[in-house]
C-alpha cells in the first residue's frame, strides 16, 4: 500500500492565525486524496476530497472558505485552517485513495490545538 | 452506504485468538467488506477487506458469512500491539471512492 506522511505531527498556534497541514503520498501518484478530522473520543468524519488539479469537494457542513484545500501535484494536497479557533482544535487526518477496491491509506495524522 | 453495527468495546488476553464481529444486514451485493484499525494517537490502518470468501492475510483473517450479512475479524494470537479500535466499514467497488463512513468501530483491549 501507499506510504502517506503528514506534516506538522502537532502545532499549537493562536486563535485567529492559520495553520497549513501538508499531506504527502511518498511512493504513490495520489490522485484523490481525503481529509478527515476527528475529535476527542469521537470516529473520523470526512471533511472533503481533493482531486488533483480540481476543486476540492466539501462535506455538508464544512466550510471551504474555512478549511482550504489544495492538490496541486499527485503526490501532495494541503489542508490550511483560515481564522482557526479553539473549536477547530481536533486530530486532521489524510488519507490515499487506492485503485482497485477503494481501499485507502491513511497518515499518521496532525494534532492541531488552537489557544 | 449501508450501516455496519459492532460491540463497543472487547478484551482479550495476549495470545490468545479474537473474535471481532460486525453485523451489515443491508449490505448490497456490490458492497467490499473492509476492516482497517487505529491505534491512538494515529491515523487509521487497513487491516483487510472482502467480498464474499473468507480471506487471511499477514494481519488478520476475514470470515464472512454466506449471506453477508455479518463478517468477523479474526486476529489469531493477539498481542498487546493489537489493542486499537477496529472498524467494520462497507464500501462499494467501482462506487465514487472516499466515502469511508467510519462509525464508532470495537475497542480492543488485550491483557497481558
Known amino acids: 500500500g501507499a506510504v502517506v506522511s503528514q506534516h506538522p505531527s502537532w502545532v499549537i498556534c493562536k486563535s485567529g492565525t492559520s495553520v497549513k497541514i501538508e499531506c504527502r503520498s511518498l511512493?504513490?501518484?495520489?490522485?484523490?486524496m481525503f481529509w478527515y478530522r476527528q475529535f476527542p473520543k469521537q470516529s473520523l468524519m470526512l471533511m472533503a476530497t481533493s482531486n488533483e488539479g480540481s476543486k476540492a469537494t466539501y462535506e455538508q457542513g464544512v466550510e471551504k472558505d474555512k478549511f482550504l484545500i489544495n492538490h496541486a501535484s499527485l503526490t501532495l494536497s494541503t489542508l490550511t485552517v483560515t481564522s482557526a479557533h479553539p473549536e477547530d482544535s481536533s486530530f486532521y487526518i489524510c488519507?490515499?485513495?487506492?485503485?482497485?477496491?477503494?481501499?485507502?491509506?491513511f497518515g499518521p495524522g496532525t494534532r492541531l490545538t488552537v489557544l | 452506504d449501508a450501516k455496519t453495527t459492532q460491540p463497543n468495546s472487547m478484551e482479550s488476553n495476549e495470545e490468545e485468538p479474537v473474535h471481532l464481529p460486525c453485523n451489515h444486514s443491508t449490505i448490497s451485493g456490490t458492497d467490499y467488506i473492509h476492516w482497517y484499525r487505529q491505534l491512538p494517537s494515529q491515523g487509521p490502518e487497513y487491516v483487510i477487506h472482502?467480498?464474499?470468501s473468507n480471506v487471511n492475510n499477514r494481519m488478520a483473517s476475514l470470515a464472512i458469512a454466506e449471506d453477508r450479512k455479518s463478517s468477523t475479524l479474526i486476529l489469531h494470537r493477539a498481542t498487546l500491539r493489537d489493542a486499537a479500535v477496529y472498524y467494520c466499514i462497507l464500501n462499494q467497488y467501482g462506487g465514487s471512492q472516499g466515502n469511508l463512513i467510519f462509525g464508532k468501530g470495537t475497542k480492543l483491549s488485550v491483557k497481558p
Open positions: 488519507s490515499v485513495a487506492g485503485t482497485t477496491y477503494n481501499e485507502q491509506f
Open positions: 472482502g467480498l464474499t
Open positions: 511512493d504513490f501518484q495520489a490522485t484523490t
